[in-house]
């Protein structure tokens, strides 16, 4: 099963004025079909993902992250996941892994993370966007790409197998949050500029990455994670399985307003089955009446009281061939039945 997870960038410092540097023009006109100039491109650095639990209580490995360091050299950048072809403006033309001295993540391991450089043209129309990046209001950057199903960091199974009894985003049952281990990657789809990115500290770096530290902050108690399975439904899914096992679980914050929603929909279509039922059974009683009078109210209310949609559907059959067969033609019903017609 493929896992689409959208994560964010940690940030890294743009070369001086945006200008490639060294070798990075010719890594950019690796990508291009003339050779552009040092001055005709802008490029800026940025981080993709790390070894960190994110927002939504996904983690990916070191090894990993150097998967995903060849994968996503070539992808283009958006704005928003968008797919259309005219938001594609950006290009990532190289991938580093970066192992950041003294800094270790929750689980207190040394602390990398997967550091990009893009290039985008210098055309009037990028102005705006460029202007943007070096004032630091475009920052926060989201890249998608393409997991094998991540395992539960606690008991080592596939997350919402039968096996594995627990819920991301618990603390109940480790030192860290229940989160899954993306060890697997498959391919890298795009990174897109967004108002929201799924890893705390994301962005485009700072000219020093002060700025970058300080976003790191652990927000899992506050903030409500987007969580990309969540949109399918799969959080019903993941209580129906955990129940039907009888397995234990807690419920993952992040499942609240789903199941919420979902429990508001359930209850929803009952009444709407009920209102329906109830109907059904009126209709049959009034039909037994008809076919059947002079009984008193209490046998028209047993017959249909318990009867199910498929035995009432069979008492309607059998009442209206009564009253439309030709051993009833002209009957019609006495005066006493007429106080228990509905
Ligand atoms: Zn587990």
């Known amino acids: 099963m493929i896992y689409r997870k959208y994560c964010a960038a940690v940030g890294g ?9 060294g070798e990075e023009l010719e890594q950019i006109n690796f990508f291009t079909l003339r050779k552009f100039t040092a001055e005709e491109v802008f490029v800026f650095r940025c981080t ?40 594609q403006v950006m290009r990532i033309f190289s991938c580093a892994v970066e192992e950041v001295p003294e800094r270790t993540n929750r689980l207190g391991e040394p602390y990398v993370r997967l550091n990009a450089k893009a290039y985008l043209p210098r055309l009037p129309e990028n ?71 799924a890893q705390p500290a994301a962005g485009v770096h700072s000219m020093d990455c002060r700025a970058v530290e300080q976003q790191t902050v652990y927000e ?13 439904g799969s959080a019903l899914n993941f209580f129906k399985q955990k129940l039907a096992a009888g397995l234990p679980f807690t419920t993952p914050r992040y499942a609240v307003g789903e199941l919420r929603q979902a429990i508001e929909l359930l209850e929803e279509q009952a009444q709407k089955s009920a209102d329906w039922l109830s109907g059904l059974r ?24 318990d009867a199910e949609p498929a035995q009432l ?28 017609k509905i």
Request: glycine share 6%; hydrophobic share 35%; proline share 9%.
């Open 313 to 340: 559907e069979a008492l309607r059959a059998c009442a209206w061939s009564r009253l439309n067969g030709p051993q009833l033609i002209g009957e019609t019903p006495s005066e006493d039945v007429a106080p228990y």
């Open 282 to 305: 009126s209709d049959v009683r009034r039909s037994l009446v008809l076919a059947m009078p002079g009984l008193p109210p209490e046998a028209y209310d047993g017959m249909v009281a």
């Open 220 to 232: 899992d108690e506050r903030t409500p994670p987007r969580h990309p399975q969540m949109e399918q």
């Open 13 to 21: 410092s743009p070369p001086a004025g945006g200008t490639p540097e």
């Open 48 to 87: 993709l993902c790390d070894n960190e639990i994110d927002r939504d209580y996904d983690r990916f490995t070191t090894e990993a992250l150097h998967t995903l360091s060849r994968l996503f050299v070539g992808r283009t950048g958006l704005f928003d996941h968008s797919a259309k072809a005219r938001d």
């Open 127 to 197: 102005e705006s966007l460029i202007l943007e990046i070096e004032a630091g209001i475009k920052k926060e950057i989201s890249v998608s790409c393409a997991m094998r199903s991540p395992r539960c960091s606690v008991c080592g199974e596939y997350f919402e197998s039968d096996e594995c009894p627990h819920a991301k985003g618990d603390t109940e049952c480790a030192k860290v949050p229940v989160h899954a281990v993306l060890a697997e990657p498959v391919d890298a789809f795009e990174f897109s500029f967004v108002a929201i990115p």
